[in-house]
Nanobody, 125 residues
Framework: QVQLVESGGGSVQAGGSLRLSCAVSGIIYSSNCMGWFRQAPGKEREGVAVIRSVGGRTAYADSVKGQFTISRDNAVSSYLQMNSLKAEDTAMYYC???????????????????WGQGTQVTVSS
């Protein structure tokens, strides 16, 4: 049973920073993508960043380029450094992992097999 657990969310004032962490337990394919997604109330879930376990290549949504940085220690953990936070970054943030390798760096939720429960990020202006 693969489980993903996010941590690091919270409340911060605009301009502040947060670092989210995602830990994976269980057996997971060592070559995978790990991504971070967010969902604000009344909106669809959107991908913000993804990283490949082999090689460390990354991709970002245009809305967070230069603001968020994704990283990972290995195939079973990832981090999302979020700087210069704005009110519009307020959302539930989820980490996810693919179970079938990482041929394409996708920000589409349908490409991911495993999901965490989410961690809330609230940015006050």
């Amino acid at each position: 049973q693969v489980q993903l657990v996010e941590s690091g969310g919270g409340s911060v004032q605009a301009g502040g920073s947060l670092r989210l962490s995602c830990a994976v337990s269980g057996i997971i394919y060592s070559s995978n993508c790990m991504g971070w997604f967010r969902q604000a109330p009344g909106k669809e879930r959107e991908g913000v960043a993804v990283i490949r376990s082999v090689g460390g290549r990354t991709a970002y949504a245009d809305s967070v380029k230069g603001q968020f940085t994704i990283s990972r220690d290995n195939a079973v953990s990832s981090y999302l450094q979020m700087n210069s936070l704005k009110a519009e970054d307020t959302a539930m943030y989820y980490c996810a992992a693919t179970g079938r390798g990482c041929a394409v760096l996708s920000l589409h939720p349908d490409q991911y097999d495993y999901w965490g429960q989410g961690t809330q990020v609230t940015v006050s202006s």
